[in-house]
């Protein structure tokens, strides 16, 4: 037996959670958030047979979306927006932050992130009863 983590947007979770109660696995919701975007999405645990796990995955693929999102450059660590993938110097003409002498004054700027969509993570079950 397999337990399936699948972290989804909140978006997409009715929908996941719709087809995959359709074909019998059984699921249980959490509420979880990022923490990266420290904003708010869904894992699903997912209890299944070894012989239907590629099914549970195909349908959460096939129900979760990836989305844009853009966040403030202020909202990350001091330094983390050059390890985003698609950063560039040009992008942020002050970087981020503009030396003026008296104070640091600090220059935010979008940043867009591609979220999702699922990421899954599959364990294997010990022993699996209901008590
Ligand atoms: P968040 O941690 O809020 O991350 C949201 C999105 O931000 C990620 O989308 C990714 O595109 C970007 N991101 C995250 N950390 C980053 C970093 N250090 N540098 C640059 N970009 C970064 P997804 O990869 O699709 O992940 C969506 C959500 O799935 C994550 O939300 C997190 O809750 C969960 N997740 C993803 N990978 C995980 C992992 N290895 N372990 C635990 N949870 C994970």
Do not use: W
Request: net charge neutral; glycine share 8%.
């Amino acid at each position: 037996m397999k337990l399936i983590f699948a972290i989804v947007q909140d978006q997409d979770s009715n929908k996941v959670i719709k087809e995959l109660s359709k074909n019998n696995f059984q699921i249980t919701k959490l509420c979880s958030t990022g923490g990266f975007l420290k904003s708010g999405n869904t894992t699903l645990l997912v209890g299944t047979e070894d012989n239907r796990l590629d099914l549970a995955i195909e349908l959460i693929k096939k129900n979760s979306r990836s989305r844009k999102q853009l966040i403030d450059s202020s909202m990350l660590p001091y330094g983390m927006e050059c390890a985003l993938p698609g950063y560039h110097n040009d992008l942020t003409p002050y970087g981020p932050s503009l030396s003026t002498g008296i104070d640091d004054l600090e220059v935010s700027y979008p940043i867009e992130v591609i979220v999702g969509g699922a990421t899954i993570f599959v364990l294997n079950v010990e022993r699996f009863a209901k008590l």
